[in-house]
């Protein structure tokens, strides 16, 4: 079974500087898609950024980008210039993109980093 | 933009009353998640729907919670009789999957149980 371990429960940064996500996961898929959503105070969850895995290119949505080592399983997640908005939970999570079969559309989460940005 | 709706955002009951959790999902998708997100357990899910058809629902108990989509915009979580252990937010979630497709999946607000 896969799984998706985030080893930071807890990060904090400086406005205006570059902080890093940890992500590792385990699966025995070479097929699959890897996903980083935030979940503000607000509670709704927001999708981030999402890496396929068979293009070795590193996803980036503007000041976020990943930096996706599919050997070593590590999905990091870098936030560049980093923006009091920016303070939330972050979740990495995995999905399958092997199968046929419908089960494999469920996302695996791991436990959440929780980014303090400080002013 | 497109959201997915759910209701109530917040709703505090007794133990042993029952609780019916909404979720409109966007229009068009075909896919209907319902997760459950606690400090301990992190986010759990419960069940989902394709083509509101039921998919999985083995991280549901069965012996108190049910999940049904009656039509293609209500999907609906039951929880009868509530205990304070399902205290949690509770998340609907909906995305239009098609198959070697990454699609986007679209979170509502949650709705936050508390069960006394």
């Known amino acids: 079974a896969q799984t998706v371990t985030q080893s930071q429960p807890e990060m904090s940064v400086q406005e205006a500087e570059t902080v890093t996500l940890s992500c590792t996961y385990d699966?025995?898929?070479?097929?699959?898609?890897l996903f980083w959503y935030k979940q503000p105070p607000s509670r709704q969850m927001i999708l981030v950024i999402r890496?396929?895995?068979?293009k070795q290119q590193n996803a980036t949505e503007n000041r976020f980008s990943v930096n996706f080592q599919k050997a070593a399983k590590s999905f990091s997640l870098k936030i560049s210039d980093s923006q009091l908005g920016d303070a939330a939970m972050y979740f990495c999570a995995y999905r399958s993109a092997e199968s046929e079969m419908d089960s494999n559309y469920q996302l695996i989460w791991g436990a959440g980093t929780k980014l303090i940005i400080k002013p | 933009d497109a959201r997915v709706t759910q209701t109530p955002r917040h709703k505090v009951t007794e133990m042993g009353q029952e609780v019916t959790m909404r979720c409109q999902p966007i229009?068009?998708?075909?896919?209907v998640f319902w997760y459950r997100q606690t400090m301990m357990q992190g986010l759990e899910l419960l069940a989902y729907?394709?083509?509101?058809?039921?998919?999985?629902d083995s991280g549901m108990p069965k012996d108190r919670f049910s999940a049904e989509m009656p039509d293609a915009t209500l999907a609906t979580l039951k929880i009868q009789p509530s205990e304070p252990r399902d205290s949690a937010v509770y998340f609907c979630?909906?995305?239009?999957?098609?198959?070697?497709?990454?699609?986007?999946?679209?979170f509502g607000s949650g709705t936050q149980l508390s069960v006394l």
């Open positions: 979630a909906s995305g239009l999957y098609l198959r070697h497709t990454n699609e986007k999946l679209f």
């Open positions: 229009l068009g998708h075909n896919t």
């Open positions: 890496q396929e895995a068979y």
């Open positions: 729907f394709r083509n509101r058809a039921p998919l999985d």
């Open positions: 699966t025995s898929e070479s097929d699959y898609y």
